[in-house]
């Protein structure tokens, strides 16, 4: 099938802790992935994306790797910061070009 | 650059009553416009989603609908709400030219049924 499939929350970590977020894909081919952000009240934000295999996402020191062999694309930061909690949602484009969500990930940073 | 708007930010309404919700791009043409619903503790669920003037594809029943009237104006209506029917409602957009090109969100509209 065509899902999206994101590690259970909530995230606790203190700050300057490092963080992952798990998500997996199934997929036919190789779609497009994305991580977005909601902080509280807000609509979401594109974090950063990937368009094909084996390419690197970044954006304000989050990081993740398409990788096809593991249909993963686990969001990393090597140090988070209490302005990080959110709830993050990975994402996949499917044939149809319509965004398919994981159910995302809440985490929350203590200082 | 394109901005999003979309108002009300927030809504309360009573069971039975109708809806209207409103989403406008500005610094683009042609784009492609979404609907999407997000439940208290829950993803994102896609309602509809449109490629033109007047074209829109709906991906779930509902007693929702949703109109396109200017190439850059979404609206999402209800005759009677329901209930179920409280949610954070977001619009977005994409490049009209590719599906696969990122899709870029509202700030939502959070709807309470009571």
């Known amino acids: 099938g065509n899902s999206v499939t994101q590690m259970e929350g909530p995230v606790t970590l203190s700050e300057e802790a490092f963080l992952t977020i798990n998500c997996t894909y199934t997929?036919?081919?190789?779609?497009?992935l994305f991580w977005y952000v909601q902080y509280p009240g807000e609509g979401l934000q594109l974090l950063l994306k990937a368009t094909k295999a084996d390419d690197k996402g970044s954006n304000k020191g989050f990081e993740a790797t398409y990788r096809k062999e593991t249909t993963s694309f686990h969001l990393e930061k090597g140090s988070v910061q209490v302005s990080d909690s959110a709830v993050y949602f990975c994402?996949?484009?499917?044939?149809?070009?319509?965004?398919?969500f994981g159910q995302g990930t809440e985490l929350s940073v203590k200082p | 650059s394109q901005t999003i708007h979309q108002w009300p930010a927030t809504l309360v309404q009573p069971v039975g009553s109708p809806l209207s919700l409103e989403c406008t791009v500005e610094?683009?043409?042609?784009?492609?416009l979404y609907w999407y619903r997000q439940a208290a503790g829950r993803g994102l669920q896609l309602l509809f989603y449109?490629?033109?003037?007047?074209?829109i594809s709906s991906e779930v029943p509902q007693n929702l609908s949703a109109s396109r009237p200017q190439d850059r104006q979404f609206i999402l209506s209800s005759k009677k709400l329901l209930l179920s029917d409280s949610g954070f409602y977001l619009c977005a957009w994409s490049v009209r030219s590719s599906f696969t090109d990122t899709q870029y969100f509202g700030p939502g509209t959070r709807l309470t049924v009571l």
């Open positions: 997929a036919t081919g190789y779609p497009s």
């Open positions: 994402a996949r484009v499917n044939q149809g070009g319509k965004l398919i």
């Open positions: 610094g683009t043409s042609n784009p492609n």
């Open positions: 449109s490629v033109g003037i007047g074209q």
